[in-house]
């Protein structure tokens, strides 16, 4: 079946230290996407990247970064200068185009410890 | 500046009810996509339905019906007949090419958590 998985589903994370979250989409998409959810405070857009090897900070990228090295992967790494990781994070990938949705990933719950 | 606002922060209702979902949109874009999403408590966000700008009229789809007003900058949502299985977070969300470029990038409102009580 055609999606987007995103792995794993509950990391922990300890002060000081990288993690790295996964993004795998079989949809052929071009442009894929990370968003950050927080209680109360809706999607806000981490990264985005439209095509292969290129990729544009989003309203939040500090203490993030992402690369896009194939068409369907496209993970994120949450640095040790991220402040306040703590959060449920979703990956999601769409054709290229205003007129297109989302599709989404079933998310990935970081808490530091 | 484009931004999206669902003011309506929780509602409950008891199964049978019908609800709307509130959503007011900002941009100067003439060309913009609305969107709706559902979040189950599972956690992914399930597409629900898009709207361009230039077309004003309302859909139904099952229970589900839309109200695109763009006098009022507004798209809500209404649910008929409502059920358990509609309990979800529902956001609502703006697509424009003045953010994210040609291709637009989602500009999400803070979500409405909708309990349906049996």
């Known amino acids: 079946d055609g999606g987007i998985t995103q792995s794993p589903k509950y990391l922990f994370r300890k002060e000081g230290q990288n993690v790295t979250l996964s993004c795998e989409q079989n949809l052929n998409h071009d442009a894929m996407y990370w968003y950050r959810q927080d209680p109360g405070q809706g999607l806000r857009l981490i990264y985005y990247?439209?095509?292969?090897?290129?990729?544009q900070k989003g309203d939040i990228a500090e203490g993030y970064s992402v690369s896009r090295e194939k068409k369907e992967s496209f993970p994120l790494t949450v640095t040790s200068a991220q402040k306040n990781p703590t959060a449920f994070y979703l990956c999601a990938s769409s054709s290229t185009g205003i007129n297109t949705e989302a599709f989404f990933g079933q998310g990935t719950r970081l808490t530091v410890v | 500046a484009q931004k999206v606002t669902q003011a309506q922060t929780e509602i409950s209702v008891v199964e049978k009810e019908d609800v709307t979902l509130d959503c007011v949109y900002e941009?100067?874009?003439?060309?913009?996509?609305l969107f709706w999403y559902k979040q189950p408590p599972s956690g992914e966000l399930v597409f629900l339905i898009r709207r361009n700008s230039f077309d004003e009229q309302n859909e139904i789809s099952g229970r589900y019906s839309w109200n695109f007003q763009k006098s009022t900058s507004s798209f809500n949502f209404t649910i008929t007949a409502s059920q358990v299985v509609d309990s979800a977070v529902y956001f609502c969300?703006?697509?424009?090419?003045?953010?994210?470029?040609?291709?637009?990038?989602?500009?999400f409102g803070k979500g409405t958590k909708l309990s349906v009580k049996p």
């Open positions: 969300a703006l697509k424009t090419v003045n953010y994210g470029g040609s291709q637009g990038n989602l500009i």
């Open positions: 990247s439209q095509i292969v090897n290129d990729f």
């Open positions: 941009t100067r874009d003439t060309t913009y996509y």
